[in-house]
């Protein structure tokens, strides 16, 4: 139904169709997404004629130069440096502290690791990398097994792009022309609150199948390990004391927080010896490699989005939604199940740069706050980080464990379903979203 009244609102032919035909079909060949996305935005042009062939280049570099595009590859930097300078771990021991009490503490400490490191790189994979190969062997020492224990780390890692600073809320921002920096303050309840809801789950199924145990010590005993371990680690939070500090006071843009940070970690780590001029290249050269994934699929998905605009295709989509029905909870509903849907199959970049022109016009219609737009879609597709069949966090962490990804997504699902939860609550409570930011932006 849906289908038919966007071919009658919008005249579409094979100059739509066979390009949506060969980007399905290169995806399904496992071709690179940023060359899926170039070959068929190149043959929707050069089949329409709506925009001549000479401007592709120039709209290729358009869509990168970007000022707000350079805070990218520093966060990733900064992750990969606080890696390898053991910062990480120093998180890993303060998080432990703070859940000792409290029966599955150490699962309640990865995940809340998850979040800190979240709060420095803005990557999940990173994260779930990262904080992966500390934890998810001591978990299954605990008593919690194997695919659970990846499961939770998964579950975790989403919180990277999710809680700010993220890359992608400054992705979503360049392309709907959006501050980075309010969408960053916007996004900090909804992103703890996928934090809470993560933990909340790990402490349902712990209580349920009694994984871990613990939880026996006075609050004296407690406090003593959480002053031991801030004693002795309080410095690994100087690097997201100076991201939060600088960008929610205004005194540092994304970019600068993320330079900032970059160089702090690197002089922590020359002052601890555990970084050396050696690393560098290993280490620069990994972190180009992250963004040499991201930039690509920026840069071609620029001319694929202008094709679409102007062949009509987001004006029709509205217009056929709405003939369907007008109830605003509806449509929400239904751009969540498109939004789902899309991040388990894809990557959260070309999601955003693709979906996210097509569906803020159906929000604007609704009446949607923009900025809460924002942060539903991020959180939406963040969901498709540990949803089948192409969650990434779950290829991420069966790739460092060799455990078996259907056995991890099987275990994942009480996470997905807490996690929706949030994604409905942001959809609907508008309060979520925008209840930090400046009376203008409500």
Known sequence: MLWNNLQQTVELGWDFYLPVILFVGLIAMAVPVWASIGSAAILMLIMSGDLPLSLVGESLFAGIDAFALTAVPLFILTGDVLVRTGLSRKFLNVAEALTCWAKGGFGSATVLVCGMFAAISGSDAAGAAAVGRMTID???????????????????????ILIPPSIAYIIIGLVLGISASTLFLAALIPGL????????????????????????????????????????????????????YGIFSGRLTPTEAGATAVVVTIIMGFILGT??????????????????????????????????AIMGVPQGFVTAVTSLTEDPYVLILLMIGILIAAGCVMETTPNIVILAPILKPLA????????????????ALGVGFITPPLGLNLFVVSGITGESILKIAARAVPFVFFMLMVVLLIAYVPAISTSLLPDIYK
């Open 364 to 379: 604007d219609n609704i009446g949607m706050n923009e900025i809460q737009f924002c942060i539903m879609m991020i959180t």
């Open 193 to 244: 609150a996928i934090l809470v809801s993560i933990l909340i789950t790990n402490i349902v199924m712990n209580r349920i199948y009694a994984y871990e145990g613990g939880g026996l010590m006075t609050f004296g005993e407690w406090f003593a390990n959480l002053r031991r371990a801030l004693a002795s680690d309080w410095y690994a939070f100087i690097v997201p004391g100076i991201i939060f």
């Open 275 to 308: 970084l050396k001029l050696a690393d560098f290249p290993a280490m620069l050269i990994s972190s180009a490699k992250v963004n040499g994934i991201i930039l690509p699929i920026i840069a071609f998905s620029a001319p694929l989005a202008e094709a679409l």
């Open 138 to 160: 001591r978990l299954v020492e605990s008593g919690y097994p194997r695919p659970y224990a990846c499961a939770l780390v998964a579950a975790g890692a989403c919180t990277g």
